[in-house]
């Protein structure tokens, strides 16, 4: 069957890729240590699932307006203005399945055939797809370990065009874990207004921070940031909420109607009941994102020490989310060639950095438990020991 060029210019998400890979051979009785998904390995906290089960008995189970049930609406403008000093309002906020979602939404909504969007290196593997399916060309700028993996004001600038429409930034990062300090941001904020461009700010991973990492939204900079800024969140990390499906849009009112409007013909409103939890998740206590970080800090101290301490490996520290992006090149082997090797020889579940734009390296997420780190962790070990 012939297919769109859209369709064509698409590549498949390498991450669903392997980790189905690794569930197969878990399916066999094999023992697979897994560091692929970007999932918290924690139950969704017990009062947001009450929450939903008590939508369930009130009978919230049928159709909902298009951007959002107002209540879900209402809190997330309440946490912006609160948590991000961003003055947005209910018509400014819509809800959508899931953090992606909202991506998708803005992509159809904002981007036409020549537009060019800057997303720097490396990225989610999902952003430069999304603006090919707008029919947008992604313009990628490359960074190193060497500025922790940050796009410089400089490089923002030099890649800027007639045709540049959107300039993604994603802080804390997937997939380095990279945190842009307050002052980059600005730096980078100076850039925006001067280009007139417009700024989608991927904050998935705000409340997932170590060692004092402060998120500034790229919005509170000032009213003329907050004017070509667009926000982009979730409940799915920070409450592990993955398959609730429940994230959010917020920028300009005419945006949001446009993204409603695309919604409205597409998936229609998003799961009822689980907004009633998503409701829950923002009003009622954030101890359970606090506990959960305080693991993923642990876990991120012992799976640094494992790759740095392993011969021809190496990685940063990460400020934030939880994953820890390695250098693989001094093993002579690609990010490809690795994680087929490490799978099928020691039975570790990686995912390639050319999946996010980086052949150099690989990412491993430590949203898992210790036990599965630290043997993971043996086993890279021994396998590059035998390359």
């Known amino acids: ?105 803005l992509m159809l909504a904002m981007i036409e055939a020549g537009d060019e969007v800057i997303i720097p290196a490396p990225y989610w593997l999902s952003y430069p797809e ?14 190193t370990a060497a500025t922790n993996y940050k796009i410089t004001p400089e490089q923002l600038r030099q890649t800027l065009t007639p045709r540049t429409k959107l300039f993604i930034l994603n802080s804390p990062s997937n997939p380095t874990g990279t945190v842009y300090t307050p002052s980059e941001i600005r730096a980078l904020a100076e850039v925006v207004i001067e280009a007139g461009i417009w700024v989608v700010s991927d904050e998935i991973y705000e409340k997932i921070l170590y060692d004092g990492a402060e998120h500034l939204s790229i919005g509170a900079v000032s009213s003329e940031a907050f004017a070509r800024t667009i926000i982009s969140n979730g409940f799915a990390k920070s409450y592990s909420m993955t398959g609730w499906r429940v994230g959010y849009l917020a920028g300009p009112r005419d945006l949001i109607e446009a993204c409603s409007t695309i919604q409205g013909h597409s998936t229609s409103n998003v799961c009822t009941f689980a907004q009633y939890g998503a409701i829950a998740a923002l009003t009622d206590s954030q101890d359970c994102v606090q506990e959960m970080v305080r693991a993923f800090a642990e876990r991120r101290q012992v799976m640094v020490a494992g790759i740095n301490q392993t011969p021809r490996l190496s990685c940063a520290t990460p400020m934030g989310a939880f994953y820890v992006f390695v250098d693989v090149s001094q093993t002579g082997l690609n990010s490809l060639a690795f994680t087929q090797a490490l799978l099928e020889q020691q039975q570790v579940a990686v995912i390639p950095g050319a999946a996010f734009g980086d052949d150099h390296c690989i990412r491993l997420s430590y949203a898992t438990d210790l036990s599965t780190i630290q043997q993971g962790l043996e086993r890279i070990h021994h396998f590059v020991e035998s390359l």
């Open 1 to 105: 069957m012939p297919f769109t060029q859209r369709v064509s210019q698409v590549t498949p998400s390498i991450t669903l890729e392997i980790t189905a890979k690794a569930k197969a051979l878990r399916s066999q009785g094999i023992d697979v240590c897994s560091f692929t998904a970007g999932e918290p390995d924690f139950a969704t906290p017990a009062h947001i699932v009450a929450a939903a089960k008590l939508a369930l008995d009130q009978g919230k189970t049928k159709y909902g307006p298009a951007a959002g049930e107002p209540a879900l609406r209402q809190a997330i403008a309440e946490k912006l203005q609160r948590d991000n000093q961003l003055p947005y309002e209910v018509p400014n906020v819509m809800v959508t399945n899931g953090g992606k979602h909202s991506l998708f939404n």
């Open 130 to 143: 999304m603006v090919k399916l707008a029919e947008g060309q992604p313009v990628i700028v490359p960074t």
